[in-house]
Every structure is written in C-alpha cells, then in structure tokens.
C-alpha cells in the first residue's frame, strides 16, 4: 500500500519562500512520476508541477513558472516543492500524489492521471 505524508507549509509573508516535502512508502517511487496540486478555498484543486520517474522532464502551471520548483531524490522516496516569489494567491493546501502510469517519459498535468494522494500541507501567503 502506497503512502504520501505531505509537509512544508506555513504562514510566510508575500515574497517570501517555502519547501514542500512530499515522502512516499512502498516502493513504486523510483517507478513513477510525481505530481503537486493546489486547492484554494471554495475552488477547484489544481495543477501545480509535476516531474518524472528520472526527472528528466518537468511541466509547471503557467502560475507558478519561474518561481516554483519541483525536483525529486528517488534515494529518500521523496519529492519536493521550493516555492519562491510567494504570491498570496499561492494560499492553498497543497497535496502531492503519484503518477499512475509507470516510467512515463513526459509528466502529465491532468488530475485524473495521479492517484494516492497525500493528506496536504496548509500554505498561507500573507500580503
């Protein structure tokens, strides 16, 4: 059975950075892309970043590039999020989950393609 145990959020002000740590059990990690979402009050979660199984390829929300960075240590079974230039509108629980299709070679950004999904971590910008 697959586990995700989501950490990292706080209270940070505008401008301001955060690490979001994303720890899976079982070992399907090194198989797997990993994706992050976000789910802000009253809307829809939604695509943040994702990275495949060898982290040769990425893809970002056009929200997030060139602030956030998503990367991955298949040694510790963990996948991470440095979020920088943190934007209010970046409040939201952020949740981490796991590519269902194997050694795919391109991350996908649909919601539909991830499954065991962490619990979340609360992030909150303050302006």
């Known amino acids: 059975q697959v586990r995700l145990v989501a950490s990292g959020g706080g209270l940070v002000q505008a401008g301001g950075s955060l690490r979001l740590s994303c720890v899976v059990s079982?070992?399907?990690?090194?198989?797997?892309?990993m994706g992050w979402f976000r789910q802000a009050p009253g809307k829809e979660r939604e695509f943040v970043a994702a990275?495949?199984?060898?982290?040769?390829?990425?893809s970002y929300a056009d929200s997030v590039k060139g602030r956030f960075t998503i990367s991955r240590d298949n040694a510790k079974n963990t996948v991470y999020l440095q979020m920088n230039s943190l934007k209010p509108e970046d409040t939201a629980v952020y949740y981490c989950?796991?590519?269902?299709?194997?050694?795919?070679?391109?991350?996908?950004?649909?919601?539909?393609?991830?499954?065991?999904w962490g619990q979340g971590t609360q992030v909150t910008v303050s302006s």
């Open positions: 989950a796991v590519d269902l299709v194997e050694w795919r070679v391109t991350p996908p950004q649909s919601e539909a393609d991830f499954g065991s």
């Open positions: 079982g070992r399907i990690f090194s198989r797997h892309g």
């Open positions: 990275i495949t199984w060898s982290a040769s390829s990425t």
